[in-house]
């Protein structure tokens, strides 16, 4: 059975930094993509940033660009993507959650109807 785990969540001081952690085990399916998403009390689901596994190809939200690096780790049987989330503010604030397609698409492709296998999401919390 296909997971996605996500770990590394916390809380942090603004301007701080975390990494979150999410690995894929338990099938054979191959991703396409995986990408970060994050949801804060009152508001939509916003898609962070995603990696196309196969060529590495990055894309981040414009709320996250230059401050958010995602980055991918494989294994034999398992793939973990990283997010590296530096100079963080309270807007930041947010559970954040993995996720993970084999469909293909075209641009960002961080709309959330895209990924079909979405990990248990982590709390970031950044106090100012």
């Known amino acids: 059975q296909v997971q996605l785990v996500e770990s590394g969540g916390g809380s942090v001081q603004a301007g701080g930094s975390l990494r979150l952690s999410c690995t894929s085990s338990g099938g054979t399916l191959r991703w396409n993509h995986m990408a970060w998403f994050r949801q804060s009390p009152g508001k939509e689901r916003e898609g962070v940033a995603r990696?196309?596994?196969?060529?590495?190809?990055?894309?981040?939200a414009d709320s996250v660009k230059g401050r958010f690096t995602i980055s991918q780790e494989k294994d034999y049987d398992k793939t973990t993507i990283y997010l590296q989330m530096n100079n963080l503010g309270s807007e930041d604030t947010a559970v954040y959650y993995c996720?993970?397609?084999?469909?293909?698409?075209?641009?960002?492709?961080?709309?959330?109807?895209?990924?079909?296998?979405w990990g248990q999401g982590t709390q970031v919390t950044v106090s100012s």
């Open positions: 996720a993970a397609t084999t469909h293909g698409c075209i641009g960002g492709c961080l709309r959330g109807d895209l990924y079909t296998f």
């Open positions: 990696i196309k596994l196969d060529s590495g190809t990055k894309y981040y």
